[in-house]
Antibody
Framework: EAQLVESGGGLVQPGGSLRLSCAASGFTFGSHSMNWVRQAPGKGLEWISYISSDPNNIKYADSVKGRFTISRDNAKNTLYLQMNSLRDEDTAVYYC???????????WGQGTLVTVSS | QSALTQPASVSGSPGQSITISCTGTSNDVGSYNYVSWYQQHPGKAPKVMIYDVSNRPSGVSNRFSGSKSGNTASLTISGLQPEDEADYYCSSYTSTNTLEIFGGGTKLTVL
C-alpha cells in the first residue's frame, strides 16, 4: 500500500526557515510526480508546489514562488520542501501528495503543522 | 486566482441523496475533464472520492458519483450514511499559473 509520512513541521518566527520532508513507501517513488498542498487552520486546501519524477519540471503557486523550494531524493524515497522567509499566512498543515500534472491527488500524507508566529 | 465556488454547507437525512455543486470558469472546470472531489474528516488528510469528473477509485462506494455541465461540476451522494458527514472539496486543473485550484469546501451534515 502506498504511504506518505511528512515530518519537519513546528513553530518558527516570521522571516525564519523550515524544511519539510515526506517519506514515501509502498510504491516506486522515482516514477511518480509529487506535490505539496497546504491547509490553513479552519480554511480550505491550497496547492503550492509540483515536481516531476525526473525532477526537471517544477511549478509553484504565486503565493510561495521565490520563497519555497521543492526537491526530491529518489534514492532516499523522500520529497522535500524548503521554506524560507516565512510569513504569518504560511501557518498551515502541509500535506505531500502523489499526483502527475493532472489527475487525482492520491495518496496524501497525514500532514505536518507549520506555525509561523513571534 | 479565486477558488472554485462551493456551497458552505449542505445537509440530509440518512438514506437521502444530496448534491454538492462546484462552479469554476472556462480556465478550469469548463475546459478540462480533470475535476476531483475529496472527502476530509476532522483532523484527517483528504481522501479522493471522484477523479476526472466521474471516475471512482477502487474502494470508494458507488453511492458517490460525479458529473459536469459547462463550468459547474457536481458530486452526488446517494443513500446518505452517518459516516459521510465530512468536509468535501472539489478541485480542477487550471490553465493559469496555478497548477490546480480547489473549492472553498462544503460541510456535509447528516441529520
Amino acid at each position: 500500500e502506498a504511504q506518505l509520512v511528512e515530518s519537519g513541521g513546528g513553530l518558527v518566527q516570521p522571516g525564519g526557515s523550515l524544511r519539510l520532508s515526506c517519506a514515501a513507501s509502498g510504491f516506486t517513488f522515482g516514477s511518480h510526480s509529487m506535490n505539496w498542498v497546504r491547509q490553513a487552520p479552519g480554511k480550505g486546501l491550497e496547492w503550492i508546489s509540483y515536481i516531476s519524477s525526473d525532477p526537471n519540471n517544477i511549478k509553484y503557486a504565486d503565493s510561495v514562488k521565490g520563497r519555497f523550494t521543492i526537491s526530491r531524493d529518489n534514492a532516499k524515497n523522500t520529497l522535500y520542501l524548503q521554506m524560507n522567509s516565512l510569513r504569518d499566512e504560511d501557518t498551515a498543515v502541509y500535506y505531500c501528495a502523489r499526483r502527475a500534472l493532472v489527475g487525482k491527488f492520491d495518496p496524501w500524507g497525514q500532514g505536518t503543522l507549520v506555525t509561523v508566529s513571534s | 486566482q479565486s477558488a472554485l465556488t462551493q456551497p458552505a454547507s449542505v445537509s440530509g437525512s440518512p438514506g437521502q441523496s444530496i448534491t454538492i455543486s462546484c462552479t469554476g470558469t472556462s480556465n478550469d472546470v469548463g475546459s478540462y475533464n480533470y475535476v476531483s472531489w475529496y472527502q476530509q474528516h476532522p483532523g484527517k488528510a483528504p481522501k479522493v472520492m471522484i477523479y476526472d469528473v466521474s471516475n471512482r477509485p477502487s474502494g470508494v462506494s458507488n453511492r458517490f458519483s460525479g458529473s459536469k455541465s459547462g463550468n459547474t461540476a457536481s458530486l452526488t451522494i446517494s443513500g446518505l450514511q452517518p459516516e459521510d458527514e465530512a468536509d468535501y472539496y472539489c478541485s480542477s486543473y487550471t490553465s493559469t499559473n496555478t497548477l490546480e485550484i480547489f473549492g472553498g469546501g462544503t460541510k456535509l451534515t447528516v441529520l
